[in-house]
């Protein structure tokens, strides 16, 4: 299994990335996917999430009405738009999979099964 993330990079303070996760090695249809960051020294925290049919999304209140996930089942491959980017924004993402329905909930990072490997994301003042 492998979940490949891209699209982080250096960008000011009110501009847009899209991140992107393509995932091998497992039916995508079947997972749930997520979206999580890291800041130096802290706990990985939820960001967003979609179900496997992409009918339901999930924010951190933090980004909510700034950042937009979506799936491509026909290219195994998750997005994260972000938008109206902010310098607290600046963190590694990570994108994760689970299977089904997340038993504790999709903002739990206990719940996933496989993690890509991360992209930096930096947002400048």
């Known amino acids: 299994v492998q979940l490949q993330a891209s699209g982080g990079g250096l960008v000011q303070a009110g501009g847009s990335l899209r991140l992107s996760c393509a995932a091998s090695g497992i039916t995508f249809s079947n997972y749930a996917m997520a979206w999580f960051r890291q800041y130096p020294g802290k706990e990985r925290e939820f960001v967003s999430a979609?179900?496997?049919?992409?009918?339901?999304?999930y924010y951190a209140d933090s980004v909510k009405g700034r950042f937009t996930i979506s799936r491509d089942n026909a290219k195994n491959t998750v997005f994260l738009q972000m938008n109206s980017l902010k310098p607290e924004d600046t963190a590694v993402y990570f994108c994760?999979?689970?299977?089904?329905?997340?038993?504790?909930?999709?903002?739990?990072?206990?719940?996933?099964?496989?993690w890509g490997q991360g992209t930096q994301v930096t947002v400048s003042s």
């Open positions: 994760a999979a689970d299977e089904g329905i997340p038993s504790g909930g999709y903002f739990s990072k206990n719940e996933y099964d496989y």
């Open positions: 979609i179900n496997w049919s992409g009918g339901s999304t």
